[in-house]
């Protein structure tokens, strides 16, 4: 055995102090009591993975505006004009005016005749030429008909109803 030359006193010093130093080292490896806070330290992102499969496609979007007009094109050749042989119809009369749903109308032909279809009844309707005279036409309603005069120049006048 060796001999301590020390005092009391100094052995209490060397004590004090060795306890104080196992203190700090608890403190500095996180052994301490709750009330000490421990930090954390955060390292860097890792690389990110691969991408998951694609969703299912949206709706389509509302059509956009239409675009200009294009540029016109050249014009065509022009047409023959027509060699008008016999006759044709050049308008339509309708006697009294618009005054029934199936209004009867004539045909104004290109002789100047007047053109207008004659119903004599079941299975006797017929197209007529209208010369001179006072007519009534066929298309009544509501039991209303259309009386009218066709003078020696082809025109009708005196057009009523009744």
């Known amino acids: 055995m060796e001999q301590n030359d020390e005092t009391p006193f100094q052995t209490a010093i060397r004590i004090f102090i060795g306890l104080l130093l196992l203190a700090l080292v608890v403190v500095a490896m996180g ?10 330290v955060t390292g860097y992102d890792g690389a990110n993975g691969t991408d998951g499969e694609n969703g299912a496609d949206g709706k389509n979007g509302a059509d956009g505006k239409n675009g200009a007009d294009g540029k016109n094109g050249t014009n065509g050749t022009n047409g023959i ?3 008008l042989s016999g006759i044709w119809i050049v308008s ?16 104004r032909m290109s002789d ?16 007529s030429l209208l010369a001179p005279g006072n007519y009534i036409t ?5 039991n209303c008909t259309c009386h009218f005069t066709i003078t020696p120049q082809l025109q009708i006048t005196n057009e009523r109803v009744y």
Request: charge should be negative; hydrophobic fraction near 25%.
């Open 31 to 40: 052994c301490a009591p709750d009330k000490y806070t421990q930090a954390t």
């Open 81 to 83: 004009s027509p060699q």
């Open 92 to 107: 339509y009369i309708k006697p009294c005016g618009p005054e029934f749903n199936n209004d009867e109308i004539f045909l």
């Open 112 to 127: 100047n005749n007047i053109l207008a279809l004659y119903d004599g009844g079941p299975h006797e309707d017929r197209l």
């Open 138 to 142: 066929t298309d009544r309603n509501k």
